[in-house]
């Protein structure tokens, strides 16, 4: 497996040593011979050289075309320690099914491409199955109070103890496109808002990642759901790239692509949920509007008011 990794200055080889040996003493043997040969080796053995940026760190790789994901992933986890099962990278083009034995040719990785690398260590892991661990703790205290004073309990236990769970863990605005600021912000607005928030809560949707759509990758598209919920793209920019769309109208396609958390094909039941889901939208903003929400048929009045004797 032929390797060439520069990062930060440093260079690291993982070809394996009698390779390294006998392709050294090939050139040499043909720089020798034929000086113009080496360049013609050189050129002919072109690595491909791209950017993987993962927390703010740009790590250059240049690496052999016919190397395979599972190198990439190794030579990144030297890098990062990241371990290869966690590692996401995000690329133009990216293929649907990336498995490791593709090579990096096949995968689409191509001179110049700018890869985000999305993943946490096994540390970060830890820390957060240790805040899990905790968050269960206190719903279960949660759960014991609410039956020992039920009524008084559920009616502010009910959304806060599940709102980590049913929501969108990662924002990603496309580091290639023109303003990423701006797109971010636009994702966290999607993520913050609070029909959003109620539909997830009400359907129990977990999305790992919320991301945005190249216009120029998929121009037929205006969202897609990978794996049912793993991760949504919404086309936020306009066509021509001098804009963002509409906010009303991407959050409609947000909710076309929750709706595909649950049912693939665009069947009878698909579209059901679809407009279950705008519904419960455009309902949960009259009533934030009105007022009404809080003292809605979700909560009764007396609840809020109701004292334990
Ligand atoms: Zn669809």
């Not at 993987?52 to 250059?60: D, L, M």
């Not at 996401?88 to 490791?100: G, M, Q, R, T, V």
């Not at 579209?271 to 903003?285: C, D, T």
Request: overall charge positive.
């Amino acid at each position: 497996m032929g390797f060439q990794i520069r990062t930060q200055g440093l260079e690291v080889s993982s070809l394996s040593r009698k390779k390294l040996h006998e392709s050294a003493r090939y050139a040499y043997h043909l720089a020798a011979s034929h000086p113009h040969f080496l360049f013609a080796l050189m050129a002919d053995s072109d690595t491909i050289s791209f950017t993987v940026s993962h927390r703010g760190f740009q790590h250059r790789l240049s690496i052999l075309p016919d190397s395979t994901l599972a190198d990439l992933h190794a030579t990144l986890e030297e890098l990062t320690t990241v371990p290869p099962s966690m590692q996401k990278l995000l690329y133009k083009n990216s293929p649907k099914a990336a498995h490791d034995e593709m090579t990096l040719r096949e995968a689409g990785l191509k001179n110049g491409i700018k890869v985000q690398m999305v993943g946490s260590t096994l540390q970060e892991l830890d820390s957060l199955q240790a805040k899990e661990a905790e968050q269960r703790k206190r719903d279960r205290i949660l759960r014991e109070r609410a039956l020992k004073a039920p009524v008084k309990v559920r009616s502010t236990a009910s959304s806060s103890t599940t709102d980590h769970l049913y929501r969108f863990h990662e924002l990603i605005p496309l580091p290639h496109l023109p303003d990423p600021d701006s797109a971010l912000a636009v994702l966290r607005r999607l993520s913050n808002d609070k029909a959003i928030r109620h539909v997830m809560q009400l359907h129990k949707f977990s999305v790992g990642i919320l991301t945005e759509l190249d216009p120029r990758e998929r121009p037929d598209l205006l969202g897609l759901n990978t794996n049912q919920g793993q991760e949504i793209k919404l086309r936020l920019r306009t066509d021509s790239y001098d804009g963002f769309r509409v906010y009303s109208q991407v959050r409609r396609t947000l909710c076309h692509e929750l709706a595909h958390n649950v049912f693939g094909p665009h069947d009878n039941n698909f579209k059901e949920l679809n407009s279950q889901l705008n519904r419960e939208v455009a309902e949960f903003e009259r009533a934030a509007a009105e007022g009404t929400h809080r003292r809605g048929r979700h909560a009764p009045p007396s609840w809020g008011r109701h004292v334990r004797t």
